[in-house]
């Protein structure tokens, strides 16, 4: 049985669901560059050996050269939504172990809980707030003086 290494964990090759994440990310598209530069290099070549540059040539080596292009750009898209991803996860334990400290049925005010989960607070107008998480999601509230 295959073992990989990810993130300093051990997986096994039959954990399917996890083996796919741990090869989709950059090692596909590293292995696809690769295999792109080999054949970019046989086109050099062979141009190299008829010592003469052609429309045939140039076009084939554009065609190569914008996949190549294509494939970076996808591998760094993969790349930052793993990072993102990762971060993500992260705020998501952290906020848990804050919770199990913390307690449940907190009544007081608590300033480090409120700056860990939102990012922003906009006021509209005398009336309505916007507030942002850290998560992204935002929401509108009414806010009603007459209670």
């Known amino acids: 049985m295959k073992i990989y290494k990810y993130k300093g964990h051990r997986i096994r090759a039959s954990d399917k669901h996890l083996v796919y994440h741990y090869c989709i990310g950059t ?4 292995k696809q560059i690769e295999v792109l ?3 970019m290099l046989e086109l050099i070549e062979e141009s190299a050996g008829k010592q003469t540059a052609d429309e045939d040539f140039d076009k084939e080596y554009r065609v190569i050269a914008n996949q190549m ?8 898209k993969k790349l930052k939504e793993r990072q993102l991803a990762d971060a993500y996860e992260q705020r998501v334990k952290d906020m848990e172990q804050y919770m199990k400290k913390a307690g449940y049925l907190k009544r007081e005010f608590d300033d480090e809980l409120v700056r860990r989960l939102l990012k922003t607070v906009r006021v509209i107008n005398e009336n309505k707030i916007e507030i942002q998480f850290q998560s992204g999601i935002m929401i509108t509230q009414k806010i009603d003086f007459n209670v």
């Open 27 to 30: 090692l596909l598209y590293d």
């Open 37 to 39: 530069q080999q054949k």
């Open 69 to 76: 292009k294509a494939l970076k750009k996808q591998r760094a």
